[in-house]
């Protein structure tokens, strides 16, 4: 078992049993911004009664784009025990959700743990999604295996310049595709029932940024050359100015349609790739 604060790549070192907080300003006691039914995921997650989403508060990168930042970077949550938690996952599974779905988790991974194993105790049946930044531990990922059935990784960057510029992360190439593949070993390609809906594997998210520095290119090369034929990806366009970004170019604007496109046809070369992309045309998509 890992130590406190080790679940995270910056392993900062501090006890987070007796002392406030560690790097990414989180405390031993999770802290939870909400838990509710969330219809805007994947189709192949939310369905058709919603992802069970758990949000927890504080995250081990500090992307200045974040479209939570108040519960990232704020740390807007509630202080919840791991019983509390267990209740939350067991009401979103009565509620009718088809998984729990466990927003930025990696720096809470024990006390997740415990949880899990507590709710599954009292009869959770539904599918535990990991949803997370990508920056990971390959370390704390064994933890979680066995227990989590979907892996739903960001791939951020595919330039090391631009993830320190952006999100803070030094070395942030190596480590998420390091976990990617180890989240690929745990579970597989994805697997749905006979709804359609996801029961284990991994889909990786990647937000198309403004003026390429997501990195795209060599994002969709390594998954179409490292990992499993058929690997899903979902290609996000939505990306707009929030958190720390107003006034730093490019990221102070929009992501223009045309970029997006551009990316689109970027993943037409790539037949080993499967997923999804989005209408820019639709409201909330531009």
């Not at 002392?19 to 989180?26: D, R």
């Not at 940024?209 to 994002?219: F, I």
Request: hydrophobic share 40%; proline share 6%; glycine share 10%.
């Amino acid at each position: 078992m890992l130590s406190p604060c080790e679940t995270c790549p910056w392993r900062c070192g501090v006890d987070r049993r007796h002392e406030a907080s560690g790097e990414c300003g989180a405390g031993w006691v999770p802290e939870v911004s909400s838990a509710n039914l969330h219809n805007g995921e994947e189709p192949v997650l939310s369905g058709t009664r919603g992802s069970g989403t758990i949000f927890f508060t504080h995250c081990p990168l500090a992307c200045r784009f974040c479209q939570n930042f108040p519960i990232s970077q704020l740390g807007y949550g509630v202080r919840t025990t791991i019983a509390e938690l267990a209740d939350h996952m067991l009401r979103l599974e009565q509620r009718g959700a088809h998984n729990v779905n466990l927003v930025t988790p990696s720096h809470y991974a024990p006390q997740i743990l415990a949880a899990a194993m507590v709710a599954r105790r009292r009869g959770l049946a539904i599918p535990f999604v990991w949803n997370s930044n990508g920056f990971e531990r390959v370390e704390t990922l064994r933890l979680m295996e066995g227990v989590v059935d979907v892996y739903l990784p960001d791939l951020k960057y595919g330039d090391d310049g631009a993830a320190e510029k952006c999100s803070g992360a030094k070395d942030y190439w190596s480590v998420a595709t390091a976990a990617i593949r180890e989240m690929s070993r745990q579970v597989g390609s994805l697997r749905l029932d006979e709804s359609g809906i996801a029961v284990r594997g991994l889909i990786i998210r990647h937000l198309v940024l403004p003026g390429g520095l997501a990195g795209t290119a060599r994002v969709l090369d390594w998954i179409a050359s490292s990992l499993p034929l058929g690997t899903k990806l979902s290609l996000m366009g939505q990306y707009f100015p929030a958190g720390g970004t107003t006034l730093d170019p490019p990221l102070d604007r929009k992501l223009d349609p045309a970029e997006y496109a551009e990316a689109c046809d970027l993943l037409d070369r790539y037949p080993e790739i499967d997923g999804w992309t989005q209408d820019m045309s639709l409201p909330g998509n531009c």
